[in-house]
């Protein structure tokens, strides 16, 4: 487990993390590092953009697509949001079918660190006129880089389309 990634997301979403039950992970074959830290730390109750993560383990739930199985962690309010098995990739699923929509991170804890630069840079985006609300984007894409490049590498993905969204105003 990454340990300085997994102190910055304790430092920053704190008491509001909950731990997952051990009993309700156990069958499913996630990277361990991915399981100790939903068993240690867990989800944030209000991580932001419209995200609700299952802190429930009775909530969680197998999504299966041919060989490939994803943990469903919760809910952006239009997709299902998904772990994949062996890898710890996180994907946007859709609730039709279970076939990935659009990548979002490498992994669980580069999401939650990249949920914690949206939160952190929220409040300036609200007040930001749309050229600096276009500066804040560019160096949370910068950041998003520097963490997790794959998460913007292309237009179609999650983040890259949440950003597109925050520039025009929308989020």
């Known amino acids: 487990m990454d340990t300085t990634l997994t102190n910055r997301i304790v430092a920053f979403f704190g008491s509001s993390l909950v731990p997952v039950s051990s009993a309700s992970l156990d069958h499913f074959a ?3 590092d991915v399981k100790r ?3 240690s730390y867990g989800l944030p109750l209000e991580p932001g953009l419209l995200i609700h993560f299952y802190a429930d383990a009775s909530e969680l739930e197998d999504c299966i697509d041919g060989q490939t199985h994803f943990l469903i962690i919760g809910d952006d309010y239009g997709t299902r949001l998904g772990i994949k098995e062996q890898t710890g990739e996180v994907l946007s699923l859709s609730y039709r079918t279970p076939r990935p929509i659009r ?3 490498s992994s669980l804890l580069a999401m939650l660190v990249f949920l914690q ?3 952190e840079n929220q409040p300036a985006l609200v007040q930001a006129s749309d050229e600096e609300a276009a500066e804040i984007v560019d160096r949370m894409r910068e950041d998003f880089q520097a963490l997790d490049a794959r998460a913007v590498d292309s237009p179609d993905n999650w983040w890259s389309t ?7 105003g929308l989020l």
Do not use: A, M, V
């Open 117 to 119: 630069i949206y939160k």
């Open 37 to 39: 830290f939903l068993k």
């Open 103 to 105: 990548f979002i991170n």
């Open 30 to 32: 996630l990277p361990e």
């Open 162 to 168: 949440i950003l597109e969204q925050i520039r025009d």
